[in-house]
């Protein structure tokens, strides 16, 4: 990061091969990057771009424990390419259940891992809100998280949630409250919410005066479903500063801290919140 500007990179891909494949996929995009862009000081992937629940690959399981093969290589990316990544998401297997007769249809937790520079693990975030809508029930195949994804990283406090989230703004809020400076969505969103995609990442910069870089996949999946890409980079304001629209690729914006301090002194939304009358009408 040079003069509190962050260099950030988004990576559009589509899962449509092996596990393996798609890591060696995602890092050519990377290298891609990285030789075009020498100092990107972060990385962000899409959600479920290692493996999809749709698919059956060389006879793969979906969903793999802890400090496994996706983990290791998002590690030694990192350290590789010298650079923060959040590792889009990954279908993780709660039990470390080893024997011949492994149910292969436990759930699982749909999982951001976020590393930094050095290729150690920050944390994770597990997603919340389950896409148990539009005629899907993400609920049959994954686990709820509980825990904010909120990382402290040598670029600043970056927020992550991961698609679905992105409907419920008390999650962007929440994030901004304890002194995100940075969200991240990784996200597999598909047609026809692609307006609505746009809306509402561009809303959840507004309201919450804070750049986001937004990443979706790009593909049409066995059932018929069209990810529509159009990944994106917006600050404070909203105003579009990087992204894609409708192939597989990366992107690469600036994020000028300065710039969104300055943002936040014009429209100081968090000290202008009525919390004491919020509390009153939220009675759920």
């Not at 149910?103 to 999982?111: G, P, Q, S, T, Y």
Request: net charge negative; charged share 25%.
């Amino acid at each position: 990061m040079k003069n509190n500007v962050i260099k950030a990179a988004g990576i559009q891909i589509f899962c449509n091969t092996s596990k393996q494949g798609m890591l060696e996929k995602a890092e050519k995009y990377m290298e891609q990057a990285i030789q075009n862009y020498p100092d990107i000081d972060l990385f962000v992937l899409p959600e479920q771009f290692y493996q999809m629940d749709c698919y059956e690959y060389e006879n793969e399981i979906y969903g793999e424990y802890e400090h496994g093969m996706f983990e290791e290589w998002l590690s030694q990316c990192a350290k590789k390419y010298h650079t923060n990544i959040i590792g889009g998401s990954y279908a993780v297997r709660p039990a470390k259940k080893r024997a011949e007769n492994e149910n292969i249809h436990e759930k699982v937790h749909n999982r951001c891992l976020v590393m930094n520079r050095n290729g150690e693990r920050v944390g994770f975030y597990d997603k919340i809100h389950l896409f148990d809508a539009f005629g899907v029930k993400e609920s049959d195949t994954f686990l709820s998280g509980s825990q904010l994804g909120l990382f402290q990283l040598d670029i600043g406090k970056v927020g992550v949630w991961i698609c679905y989230d992105t409907r419920f703004p008390e999650i962007a809020r929440t994030l901004r409250a304890n002194g995100a400076e940075i969200l991240c969505v990784p996200a597999a969103f598909y047609s026809p919410n692609a307006d609505q995609w746009d809306i509402i990442v561009k809303a959840s910069a507004i309201y919450n005066v804070t750049p986001v870089v937004a990443v979706n996949q790009y593909g049409t999946l066995p059932n018929g479903r069209s990810l529509f890409g159009r990944s994106r980079m917006v600050d404070a304001k909203g105003l579009i500063v990087a992204g894609m629209s409708d192939k597989e690729g990366y992107f690469v914006g600036e994020i000028d801290k300065e710039y969104t301090q300055k943002c936040r002194k014009e429209n100081p939304e968090m000290e202008n919140r009525r919390m004491d009358l919020y509390k009153t009408w939220y009675n759920e």
